[in-house]
């Protein structure tokens, strides 16, 4: 789920952009967490977010997973 996740269109959404994604919560206008180059190698946090939910169908299709017939 978390490579899936767009976060800089979510802050852009529920923060009119006036924040960046973060790794951890922190007080409002305050850098607390890790600095944007550290998040890129956790799961989720690369900004290139075609290329997360490419890992992400990997998986599920690893464990058994595919796409849904109708």
Not at 13 to 35: I, K, L, N, T, Y
């Amino acid at each position: 789920m978390s490579l899936t996740i767009d976060r800089q269109a979510f802050v852009e959404h529920h923060a009119d952009g006036q924040e960046r994604p973060a790794a951890s919560c922190g007080p409002r206008g305050r850098v607390w967490g890790m600095p944007p180059y550290a998040m890129r190698n956790l799961p989720g946090y690369d900004p290139d977010v075609a290329s997360s939910r490419g890992k992400a169908r990997q998986i599920m299709e690893r464990i058994g997973y595919g796409p849904i017939s109708g």
